[in-house]
């Protein structure tokens, strides 16, 4: 039998509901440890976000998984990498109320507690993601794979696969206190988006994103973002909500149209999650193939800024 295959924890087995329903699992306001073959770096502490029954506060096994290499998943480095799942209907209740069904959303995330992994100063990030050659690319509002999020507020920074190809979105204009009542898009002339892999590249291989930002509600923040080793965005500005908590986020998070096939299942993988504060060497990315000096080195045609800052 595949022994512990699918379970998430290390160490820590999800606990299944009282109720002795086969095939769901309670993660309700748990704490989850991932391995170190997947995260490192990040204080151990992550909440799974936002599929909960609210009569049973059960959440789908499949949702998500860690998944072994000898098992035929794909892994960018060592034995294991996590597997999310998102079908249609996987809509529910997150710890602090927010109501997907009601908002038209589904997902399955983890998102690195905000109280003991805050967006703060200088960090580096990274991680690897990998969707198979039969994800449905488009047929959706967007499909959000990962996102620096706040607590209330739009998320800074997020990712969307689109028609476009795998899309960088930044709401950074969202949060300056002229604009509160924005209605808060990246497609807003202060806001940015633009596809950072093309839909022809996307599919079927693994890709690398590292992260660099000063965290900052003035104008002397700045966020970088490479793929494949290669300097792809820069933006200089604001990038934090003023007294709201930010941080780390990702999985599967899509929002479902009237073009939206009845029946589809998406999958993504996500490995070499790793977070350091101040120092690219931190994050120890020689195993993945890069050298912090080259990256650091690169420099971009175009910096984007909200505009009149």
């Known amino acids: 039998m595949k022994k512990l295959l699918g379970i998430l924890v290390l160490g820590l087995l999800l606990t299944f509901s009282s109720s002795g329903i086969s095939g769901e699992m309670n993660v309700f306001k748990k704490k989850i440890k991932l391995p170190k073959d997947v995260a490192k ?11 909960y029954d609210p009569e049973t506060r059960l959440t789908p096994d499949y949702a998500f998984k860690i998944v072994n290499k000898s098992e035929g998943h794909p892994v960018r ?23 997907d069904c ?17 967006l703060k100063g200088v960090t580096w990030h990274t991680y690897s993601l990998y969707l198979p050659k039969d994800f449905l690319v488009g047929g959706f509002n967007f499909i959000g794979m990962g996102q620096f999020h706040t607590e ?13 190809g795998y899309e960088l979105q930044r709401r950074t204009a969202c949060n300056l206190p002229e604009n ?45 973002q490479w793929i494949n080793g290669k300097l792809v965005y820069h933006y200089e500005g604001s990038n934090l909500t003023p007294g709201e908590l930010s ?17 589809v ?19 120890k990315l020689e195993d993945l193939g890069y050298n912090c000096k080259d990256l650091e080195s690169q420099t971009v045609s175009r910096i984007d800024k909200i505009k009149g800052k």
């Open 41 to 51: 770096g990040y204080k151990n502490a992550w909440k799974f976000c936002c599929n």
């Open 77 to 99: 480095l060592g034995e294991q990498s996590i597997r999310f799942e998102v079908r249609r209907g996987d809509c529910g209740l997150s710890p602090g109320g927010y109501d």
């Open 102 to 118: 009601k908002n038209n959303s589904e997902r399955h995330e983890l998102n690195a507690i905000k109280e003991v992994n805050k």
């Open 152 to 164: 209330e507020s739009e998320p800074a920074f997020n990712w969307s696969v689109e028609t476009r």
């Open 180 to 224: 509160k009542n924005m209605d808060c898009s990246a497609r807003d002339p202060q806001n940015y988006y633009r596809a950072v892999i093309y839909p022809a590249d996307l599919l079927g291989k693994w890709h690398d994103m590292v992260f660099n930002g000063k965290w900052s509600v003035k104008q002397d923040g700045y966020f970088k």
């Open 247 to 263: 941080g780390f986020q990702f999985g599967i998070y899509q929002r479902p149209n009237k073009y939206t096939p009845k029946e």
């Open 265 to 283: 299942t998406h999958v993504g993988y996500y490995d070499e999650i790793r977070f350091a504060k101040k120092s690219c060497k931190k994050l």
